[in-house]
């Protein structure tokens, strides 16, 4: 599932009214039902375009309904609610604090900068927004609250970032806000409040969004189910009690359209992930889930004999030490010695120095028993007595998320002597990652020009399939390939995870970055892509998969800064050296 | 900062898993869950948590697969849909007045003890649950007002002798995993915190759902589950339908909708409470131990376990059929879910586990 309603064109020029019009009515059908549709996710920078919508949106909802903004990341006691501590010590008795998706409780919750929310805190919601409660289970507090709210998801990202899936699923409208259209007046929004409930919805209507779903490839059954809402939304609004074809037509557009996976009329069974439109040379290309097996057995079997376990995993380990090593001083996102940020990991006994964050539910529990053995004997004094051995500090887990980026060469030269192999070779540095944790992402190069085949991910499922989807065959155009790579190392910094590049190429760059032949212009052009990576300090690897070690790679390992490794053809024994001599 | 309505203390109650627990012993406060026979498709899901309801020592349920599959509806409705248990009166933690030998402490000193009716208990344990909550700890409120170090007990003492259910099981923070981990394998929580020693018995159903594109699960804790099934969107148009239809009535009104379901509930209880009466006359016959183990042997599953998961399964949904012997239907019928999640993993090989299984069953049994 690529990001939300990705398929429209950015919004320039004029937006087509239609369009305009269709985002007017879905800020007003989310007025009349927030809590059934679940929401919005709105993809766009901050500016007049989502300003607008949601102001219509908050002009749409009766007086006195809860609009409540939240950051992407809030802690759990925030988020989902705590003991109130000052509350608790004035009473003498625990009194619970509501967290934030209580409090939105009957309104609309807005989620700031969403594609940051992480998948757990995404559960959390989700799991919320599915209960319409919030199941509390914290600091001693046992409570259920209710939390019925519609959601819109802010979404600022950039390219690959989106929403987490969890709350994506959930949200009826995806939405690029287009510029709102003058502000007409507003129908009864009570009204169709109260309609909800009496609309009617024909067989046929149900019949024909499952349909549509299923002819646009979209799996999930929440699809149509938000789809029907918003019909019986529509029809509400327009003061009917039956749902009829032009509501269907709307929750259409405006719910499955941004969804849909594949064209109504094709035949492919629906694929998570478009598949890659290349066709081209695809020697290496899956025909068909049962027929290709063999061949990747073939394939997997070559690479295992070149590739011995052992070796590739001391690589593995001298690849992640390199990476902490390179950390660069004073980089935003750089690793603390001790954490003061990441999931909290309980609590521990120890003195407040600066620096450590004091748990204070933990030390007034730690406290607490012995209040009235302090107390005695003291008249007055404060309420709270707390000595030094109470003192409870949090703990953190850091995110050491690695990031292995893997960009293969599936150029015709490469594919001609092993794109097979190095496949491979990939395959068996996935598991390697797989067995870590890390998330994989996969960049593949060839013909005029590099292509994310898979934005970092922690399914290796999915980093298998993508792989063997890769063609081969076309020109090598190297700089396109480091280019894409550097783009997708900035993005993981930025989210906070380190990078680490792994390139499997021959070296042979023939194609420049502005897509012309020529290999003396595309060499130059791919070391100047390669100094960047140097400079950005992330750990790579190079792997040669020429037959011969070749000079050019070689200069271009050094030019990235990355450790240069050849793979010879059927050369256990060089091979061997060479691994050995790369994880010293 | 304000207190929730409603929230004032428990009042000097001697008993305090009656008030804390009242909205979650049963069925939540608000909305009546979706009942469980009212469910489309995924048949393999459903006979998974029957047979968990029916044989709770076969160890647990995992849920796989995609969004919007029902996974959480399905065990969420288990609730609503288990015949009650007997319960010792008073006891926080509801130990059954018959078994003597898994007393709690404070039951064992009892001169007397007194069975209620209570019903199956069903507890969420949701992400962002704090360890105090889990495993239990002091009595903050008391400690407050009395100075009086009391337990209190958390979530797994609520869930003994039921279900413990965790949605999006992938996404539950390391600590609460590793002591899950423990008390599933011991049947027991241990308590040592704040200066309170504590031990009480904590047998449950582990039943787990999640989505694996999210993460992978440890594989210990895979290994807790006996059985591990998958559930995918069913894409044939008219099933589809009828999810949306009965989802969409549901919401409009679910106490009439909840009615008109009752009477296939209370058959499918009734299913439940016949086959627990008649599994202990069950036969397995030797040959389908030797079946059993040649299916193992077939797809060399680690220990013993798999077996036994296997041949329990199979008795327990012999037990639902109505059916006085286990034979290789019956294998046949669980073999997946009792397997699947147990064979030696070669992270690279994308032919799923449930694929390795079928074709292992269908060369031992035949086509």
Redesign the interface.
């Known amino acids: 599932m690529s990001a939300a309603g990705d398929g429209r064109a950015p919004p320039r020029a004029a937006p087509d009214p239609a369009t305009v019009q269709d985002q007017r009515a879905a800020a007003l059908l989310l007025a009349v039902d927030p809590v059934?549709l679940g929401g919005a996710v709105l993809r766009a920078a901050p500016g007049p375009e989502r300003d607008g919508w949601l102001a219509l949106l908050r002009g749409a909802l009766p007086q006195g309904c809860a609009w409540r903004r939240m950051p992407a990341s809030v802690p759990?006691s925030r988020?989902?609610g705590g003991?109130?501590l000052?509350?608790?010590l004035a009473?003498?008795?625990?009194?619970?604090?509501?967290g934030v998706l209580a409090e939105a409780d009957g309104g609309v919750l807005l989620l700031a900068m969403a594609e940051r929310a992480e998948?757990?805190m995404a559960?959390?919601m989700?799991?919320v927004m599915?209960?319409?409660?919030v199941?509390?289970?914290?600091?001693?507090?046992?409570?259920?609250?209710?939390a019925r709210f519609g959601l819109v998801a802010l979404d600022e990202g950039i390219e690959d970032e989106g929403v987490a899936?969890?709350l994506r699923?959930r949200l009826a409208f995806h939405i690029m806000p287009l510029p709102p259209a003058p502000a007409g007046t507003l129908p009864d929004i009570a009204a169709a409040r109260a309609r909800l409930?009496s609309v009617t919805?024909p067989?046929d209507v149900?019949?024909a969004?499952?349909?549509a779903?299923?002819a646009l490839g979209i799996?999930?059954?929440?699809?149509?189910?938000l789809a029907?809402r918003v019909a019986i939304a529509a029809a509400a609004l327009a003061g009917r009690d039956t749902v009829l074809a032009e509501d269907a037509a709307l929750a259409a557009r405006l719910v499955l359209a941004p969804r849909a996976t594949r064209m109504p009329d094709a035949d492919t069974p629906?694929a998570e992930e478009p598949p890659p439109p290349e066709q081209g040379d695809t020697q290496d290309a899956p025909k068909g889930e049962s027929t290709d097996?063999p061949l990747e057995d073939r394939v997997?079997d070559a690479a295992r004999a070149v590739l011995p376990e052992g070796l590739l995993a001391g690589l593995g380990a001298g690849l992640r030490d390199a990476a902490r090593r390179a950390s660069p001083d004073g980089r935003a996102g750089a690793r603390h010695a001790t954490p003061l940020r990441g999931?909290p990991?309980?609590t521990r006994q120890g003195e407040l120095r600066a620096g450590a964050r004091l748990a204070l539910v933990e030390t007034?529990?730690?406290a607490?028993?012995?209040?009235?053995?302090r107390r005695r004997g003291r008249a007055g004094g404060p309420r709270l007595l707390v000595k030094r051995e109470d003192i409870r500090l949090r703990r953190f887990?850091a995110p050491q998320e690695t990031t292995a980026i893997f960009v293969v060469d599936a150029s015709g030269s490469a594919a001609m002597h092993r794109l097979s192999e190095a496949k491979g070779a990939v395959?068996?540095l996935?598991?390697d990652c797989?067995?870590r944790?890390d998330k994989v992402a996969l960049i593949g190069f060839r013909g005029r020009g590099a292509e994310v085949l898979l934005p970092p991910?922690?399914?290796?499922?999915?980093a298998?399939?993508s792989l063997a989807g890769l063609p081969g065959g076309g020109g090598t155009p190297l700089a396109a390939g480091l280019d894409a790579a550097r783009g997708m190392v900035e993005a993981c910094r930025r989210a906070g995870r380190t990078p680490l590049l792994v390139l499997l190429t021959d070296g042979r760059a023939n194609v420049a970055r502005d897509g012309t032949g020529g290999r003396a212009q595309a060499e130059t052009d791919a070391l100047d892509a390669a100094k960047p990576l140097r400079i950005a300090a992330v750990p790579a690897l190079l792997v040669d998969t020429a037959p011969r070690p070749q000079q050019f790679a070689r200069d271009l390992a050094a030019a990235m800064g990355a450790r240069y490794l050849p793979l010879p053809m059927a050369d256990a024994a060089r091979l061997s050296d060479a691994v050995r001599d790369a994880a010293a | 900062?304000?207190?929730?309505p409603g929230?004032?203390?428990r009042g000097g109650d001697a008993n305090p898993v009656s008030t804390?627990?009242k909205?979650?012993r049963g069925v939540?406060?608000?909305?009546a869950p979706y009942p469980f026979a009212a469910i489309v498709a995924q048949e393999e899901m459903l006979r998974a948590l029957l047979i968990a309801a029916v044989d709770g020592s076969i160890g647990g349920v995992l849920v796989l697969g995609?969004?919007?599959?029902?996974k959480?509806t399905a065990v969420r409705a288990l609730a609503a849909l288990l015949p009650p248990m007997k319960a010792v009166e008073g006891c926080r933690y509801g130990c059954d007045p018959g078994d003597a030998a898994a007393l709690c402490d404070a039951c064992r000193t009892k001169p007397r003890l007194r069975g209620i009716e209570v019903p199956v208990p069903v507890v969420?344990?949701?992400?962002?649950?704090?360890?105090?909550?889990?495993a239990g700890?002091?009595?903050?409120?008391r400690?407050?007002?009395?100075?009086?170090?009391a337990f209190?007990p958390?979530?797994l003492a609520r869930a003994h002798r039921g279900f413990l259910y965790i949605?999006?099981v992938n996404?539950l923070?390391?600590?609460l995993v590793d002591l899950l981990l423990d008390v599933a394998a011991s049947g027991e929580n241990l308590v040592e915190r704040?200066?309170i020693s504590i031990r009480h018995p904590a047998r449950f159903v582990l039943v787990g759902s999640g989505?694996?594109?999210?993460?992978?699960l440890r594989p210990q804790l895979l290994d807790r589950f006996g059985l591990c099934v998958e559930v995918r969107?069913?894409?044939d148009?008219p099933t589809?339908?009828e999810?949306?239809?009965r989802?969409?009535s549901y919401?409009?009104d679910h106490a009439a909708f909840c009615a008109a379901w009752d009477k296939e509930q209370a058959k499918l209880r009734r299913r439940i409470l016949a086959a627990r009466a008649m599994i202990a006359s069950i036969e397995v016959p030797d040959a389908a131990l030797e079946r059993a183990a040649q299916l193992c042997i077939a797809l060399g599953t680690d220990g013993l376990r798999g077996e036994l998961t296997l041949i329990r399964a199979a008795r327990a949904h012999a037990a639902l059929e109505g059916r006085q012997v286990v034979g290789d239907a019956e294998l046949r019928a669980v073999a997946s879910p009792a397997l699947r999640h147990r064979l030696r993993r070669n992270?690279?090989d994308?032919?799923s586990s449930s694929t390795r299984v079928e074709r292992a069953v269908s060369e031992l049994f035949g086509p």
């Open positions: 059934g759990d988020l989902l003991l109130d000052a509350a608790t009473a003498g008795r625990p009194v619970a604090e509501r998948p757990g559960a959390r989700a799991a599915d209960a319409r409660e199941a509390l289970e914290r600091d001693g507090l046992a409570r259920r609250l209710p899936a969890a699923d409930d919805v067989h149900t019949q969004l499952c349909g779903a299923v799996a999930s059954l929440r699809a149509p189910m029907q629906p097996a997997l999931r990991a309980g007034l529990r730690a607490a028993p012995w209040q009235p053995i887990d395959e068996l996935l598991a797989y067995v944790r991910t922690a399914s290796l499922v999915r298998k399939r | 900062m304000d207190s929730v929230d004032h203390g804390r627990s909205p979650a939540p406060a608000g909305r995609d969004r919007g599959t029902g959480s969420d344990l949701p992400l962002g649950a704090t360890e105090d909550r889990v700890a002091l009595d903050i409120e400690a407050l007002a009395d100075g009086v170090k209190e958390g979530l949605d999006e996404l923070e390391d600590h704040e200066g989505n694996p594109e999210e993460g992978e969107t069913p894409m148009l589809r339908i999810v949306i239809r989802r969409d919401e409009r992270p690279l994308e032919t």
